[in-house]
């Protein structure tokens, strides 16, 4: 990051109404070395405007924005004592008001330092019109170095009863509430002032267009926007990239670059933060001599709207048989269902990244048998697909979207094509327009363009229901064959949930003979969508000129879910202070309480209280930590000043989490200003040892730990062991798409136990009752030419009716700071029983970790109890663990051995959110054929994983994960074990304190 951007993310995070997180580097570099920044920049500056430099660092408040008979804050007195206290004023403007505190004024200083500096920048580095960069340097100079920070709402009531967001005042902080400001000020892009009379109901766009600059800068496409209370926004004004917005409140700022004039967007992130420190803009505007006066918005002030992205009948987004360039908000789960005969499909659509989209469907075919009569029954016949599409460019003002697809890969192919497509968007309007190449183009009214390439593009195989070859990635097939033209339009209506869509479709069926689809009547498409809610759509249209079709869709943003923790123990009411003693058993059950962590012991060393916890598991790790600090600020005595978090597992010494006591508290009971905000409240870091209160170090040769005891040392608590523990639970299995029955599933009552030989041994079992399942129609085995390694899954799942899935004993260990490992034994999975080990090296907080896994096992029988089946294998793997960097991704590489004695390579890659939940793919290739292999080809699959705290109203760190394989078969197949490693350690995962639920709206 620039140093001007680094400023600008530090001005806009201070002028925000509910501050965020101030970005921690940032930050810090700002508050240690302000005068250095601030001396290199204005020397700099002072060379090229001296009498400009001069100005830079002054403080001014213009004597008219302060209100009349204003008093002096009294030391420590809360704004909202200082506000009642103040005569009351028919002018006064308590949106704008402003809480000034000098140690902002470094920083601030910096922000419009750097401004002028980028201003002053060569034409090479600055291609923004010369004379306009001028005048806004000039005109910055005058701006003073206000100091002020951001207060949530300035109401002295309001302030009362949220003390957390009630400054305290010190004796050198200013508040000044300006006068009620009658104009909205208008920064254009040649550098001009342009005061325009408030007028409600307009949005920014209106301003913007009634101030015509004097000199032509060309069209406005986006705005940023400082509002009076600070609440700085950028959104979208022109036709294309229209969003919907708030309205200016009188003296807000807007700076309007032309689209084109080379301004920026990182330096009007940087100019409009500066401007939210001015306050309203008033009176003081017309005082530059590049401002001017222009008169009040006239006209219909009708408000924009966001663009509304809808889906189409095969689940991506798109019009209705026909994809478009748009994508989903990144996170989101759509679930659809569409009925065009003879086609019912049920489409599951993913949004990993923001320009990838990611399909997989099931399709029925009316009037065709899945199989015989005595197998199938009635079930109609099926077909499995995946979709997926790449954007290759964002929209622009003079260019479109565009993306690239392809649909029923992976699968038998049946309804196969690629495709490219553009989309401009004019108001309420959507264009698309599209090439087709296989089904989507199967009207073939055009050549292929890539056969300029090579003659190969011309010709392409005909499609194909046939699934014993089904389930390669087809790469023979792409782009290949004749073509055609699709596209259509997208319209919003007045009536906002109503939108329509018209579209001409590039396939004429004719792959579809087979499925006696009726000989379409039109090229042309058109239906309506009726938006029920934010997240459930319903579709009516006629398609073909002959098909009437119904469509619903349900969307959920992943990425965005959280429940309110109201089945969480309530916690401690803050109070700033200090007790002078404690009951150190009742504090270990309320950190019980409040985690769901067992405490092992209680430590004071000195001022640290350091607490070991056992076995710790957490999706949101910082929350946890939350709520363990709260419990013992309540109770820990006044001499300590620093709380330590010791994590073990299974006896391994894994992280630890320190928490300064003054840092956490202080914000608790009021808003702090930039430069008083913590560079962070919690750290975290590798645990030199396992700790003691001796101080002795496990495993050996590891150094000491870094609090040593002294005279006050004391264990206050240590708990006694608990070596049975167990607990039930319910299970759910299902199977899709199979020929007994297109859903197959079990709900179960699972009850697990374990019993605690030692810190790091432990005897672990479970028991399953299948208490309701429809498995009377499960008969189906589907045939292999490898071992039946897990094609037996039917005869698993319905010899008996109580089974022991799991029972093993497990050794787990330490041999380094970053290095571990595990030993086990017994029946290891519902399918296989046998020994094995893992050894994984882990450092902490690094993006790496590699581990590896041997395993000796026997096939168990059906019933899962206690005999064993003929049938042995070795098998292991080595793992490379990464964490990319890149869009949170994670990619797991494996090469190994799997209980086929296939030998191959499995590649899985993910995406985190930082609320937990993963979005996945993964796929295995062995050195066994694709005939070998059956249909499918390989195994492949897509997934995804919820944090169950994310769904439900209490905290557990419990996960559940969905899964599409969509064949099960004996190649490319591992071992389910029950205790990884990886799993194991997470909590040294580099981004352990960053997952988070998200924050309110």
Same mark, same amino acid.
């Given at each position: ?46 060379? $090229? ?42 002018? +006064? ?107 409600? &109901? ?93 008169? %009040? ?28 360039? #748009? ?29 990838? *989209? !990611? ?27 995946? =979709? ?8 622009? $003002? ?11 890969? &992976? ?5 196969? &094509? ?24 199967? /009207? ?25 070859? $089904? ?40 792959? =579809? ?31 073909? &000129? ?6 619903? +869709? ?18 401690? #009411? ?13 504090? %270990? ?98 645990? %030199? ?62 009850? #697990? ?25 499960? #008969? ?5 030419? @490898? ?21 093993? !004993? ?29 050894? !994984?090296? /882990? ?39 990464? *964490? ?24 899985? @890659? ?43 109203? /209490? ?38 304190? $960053? ?7």
């Amino acid at each position: 990051m620039s140093e001007l951007a680094a400023l600008a993310a530090s001005g806009l995070h201070a002028m925000t109404a509910r501050p965020p997180r101030i970005p921690h580097r940032s930050a810090t570099a700002l508050r240690l070395q302000p005068g250095l920044i601030n001396s290199a920049i204005l020397l700099m500056l002072g060379m $090229a405007h001296p009498a400009a430099a001069v100005a830079s660092d002054k403080v001014s408040v213009p004597a008219t924005n302060v209100q009349a008979g204003a008093h002096l804050p009294v030391s420590a007195e809360r704004l909202s004592d200082w506000l009642q206290r103040q005569p009351p004023a028919d002018n +006064a403007y308590l949106p704008g008001l402003s809480w000034r505190v000098p140690g902002e004024v470094p920083t601030q200083a910096a922000m419009k330092s750097a401004l002028r500096a980028h201003l002053a920048g060569s034409e090479w580095t600055f291609r923004a019109d010369v004379a306009a960069r001028q005048r806004l340097s000039e005109w910055i100079s005058r701006l003073p170095v206000t100091g002020r920070v951001p207060v949530a709402v300035a109401d002295a009531r309001w302030l009362e009863t949220h003390p957390a967001q009630n400054p305290v005042l010190a004796p050198d902080h200013r508040v000044v509430v300006p006068s009620r400001p009658a104009s909205v000020t208008v920064v254009t892009s040649d550098g001009y002032l342009c005061a325009v009379p408030h007028a409600p &109901g307009y949005e920014a766009r209106a301003y913007v267009a009634a101030c015509k600059p004097p000199s032509s800068a060309g069209r406005v496409d986006r705005v940023w926007m400082a509002q009076p209370d600070g609440h700085v926004q950028s959104f979208g004004i022109a036709s294309w990239n229209a969003q919907a917005q708030g309205e200016p409140a009188p003296g807000a700022w807007i700076w309007a670059p032309a689209q084109g004039a080379a301004w920026s967007d990182e330096f009007s992130q940087s100019l409009i933060g500066f401007l939210a420190t001015q306050g309203p803009s008033g009176e003081d505007t017309t005082a530059s001599a590049h401002a001017r006066q222009v008169a %009040a918005p006239t006209g219909p002030a009708t408000p924009l709207r966001d663009p509304v992205i809808t889906g189409n009948d095969w689940g991506g987004i798109g019009l209705l048989q026909t994809p478009t360039a #748009r994508m989903a908000k990144t996170g989101e789960l759509s679930i659809s269902f569409s009925r065009a005969y003879p086609y019912s499909r049920t489409n599951v659509t993913l949004q990993p990244l923001d320009w990838m *989209e !990611l399909s997989y469907r099931y399709t029925s075919i009316s009037g065709t048998r899945y199989g015989p009569q005595s197998l199938s029954g009635d079930q109609s016949g099926k077909d499995k697909s995946v =979709d997926l599409k790449v954007r290759l460019r964002k929209e622009s $003002a003079l260019l479109p979207a565009i993306s690239v697809g392809a649909r029923d890969i &992976g699968g038998t192919g049946l309804f196969s &094509g690629e495709y490219l497509v553009a989309n401009k968007r004019a108001g309420n309007f959507d264009w698309s327009l599209g090439l087709g190449w296989g089904s989507l183009g199967s /009207r073939g009214s055009l050549g292929n363009p890539l056969g300029l390439i090579s003659s190969k593009f011309n010709t392409r195989s005909a499609n194909s229901a046939d699934v014993a070859n $089904a389930g390669g990635l087809g790469f023979n097939k792409f782009f290949r064959g004749r073509t055609s033209l699709f596209g259509g339009v997208q319209v919003q209506t007045a009536w906002d949930p109503l939108i329509l869509k018209m579209e001409y479709d590039g396939n004429d069926y004719r792959y =579809d003979s087979p499925f006696t689809v009726a000989q379409p009547k039109s090229p042309f498409n058109f239906g309506a969508v009726y938006r029920y809610s934010p997240s459930v759509d319903l579709t009516f249209g006629v398609q073909r &000129g002959n098909v009437a079709t119904l469509g619903v +869709a349900f969307h959920l943003p992943l990425d965005r879910l959280s429940t309110p923790k109201i089945s969480d123990p309530v916690l401690p #009411r803050f109070v700033a202070e200090r007790p002078a003693t404690a009951n150190w058993s009742t504090t %270990a059950q309320d950190l019980s309480a409040q985690t769901g962590w067992r405490v092992s012991e209680i430590q004071k060393l000195g001022s640290v209280l350091q607490v070991e916890f056992e076995d710790a598991d957490a999706v949101y790790w910082r929350e946890m930590i939350e709520r363990a600090t709260a419990i013992l600020h309540r109770d820990a005595p006044a001499d300590v000043n620093e709380f330590r978090f010791i994590y073990m597992g299974r006896g391994m010494a894994l992280a630890n989490h320190t928490v300064n006591r003054e840092r956490w508290a202080k914000p608790k009971s009021q808003p702090l200003p930039l430069s008083e905000v913590p560079t962070q409240n919690y750290r975290q870091a590798q645990p %030199a040892s396992t700790p003691t209160l001796a101080g002795t170090a496990t495993p050996a040769g590891t150094p000491a730990p870094a609090v040593k005891p002294t005279a006050n040392s004391a264990s206050v608590f240590r708990s006694s062991d608990l070596p049975l523990s167990g607990d039930i639970g319910f299970g759910l299995k299902q199977s899709l798409g199979g020929p007994d029955g297109f859903i197959l599933y079990q709900v179960s009552v699972e009850g #697990r136990s374990e019993w605690r030989l030692s810190q790091h041994s432990w005897l672990s079992g479970s028991l399953n009752f299948r208490a309701l399942d429809n498995y009377n129609k499960f #008969r189906f085995t589907a045939d292999s030419q @490898l071992p039946r390694v897990r094609t037996f899954v039917r005869e698993y799942l319905t010899t008996s009716r109580v089974t022991m899935p799991n029972l093993q !004993l497990t050794h787990a260990g330490q041999l380094s700071s970053n290095q571990y490992f595990s030993i086990y034994g017994g029946y290891l999975e519902s399918m296989y029983a046998g020994v094995g080990g893992e050894w !994984l090296y /882990r450092p902490f907080a690094g993006p790496v970790a590699l581990g590896v896994d041997i395993n000796s096992v026997r096939q168990r029988n059906f019933d899962q109890k206690l005999g064993l089946r003929d049938y042995r294998a070795l098998t292991g793997h080595a793992t490379a663990y990464i *964490e990319t960097g890149w869009n949170d991704v994670i990619a797991k590489v494996s090469v190994g051995q799997y209980l086929a004695k296939d030998k191959g390579v499995t590649l899985d @890659l993910s995406r985190r959110f930082s609320n937990g939940v993963v979005f996945g793919a993964f796929a295995t290739k062995t050195n066994v054929s694709a005939a070998q292999f059956g249909e499918g080809s390989f195994d492949k699959g897509i997934y995804f994983s919820i944090p169950l705290s994310a769904m439900f109203t /209490r905290s557990t760190p419990d996960v559940g994960v969905f899964t599409w394989d969509p064949l099960v078969r004996d190649g490319g197949a591992k071992l389910n074990r029950a205790y990884p490693l990886y799993d194991m350690t997470k909590v040294r995962d580099p981004r352990a304190l $960053a997952m988070e639920p998200p924050a309110g709206p």
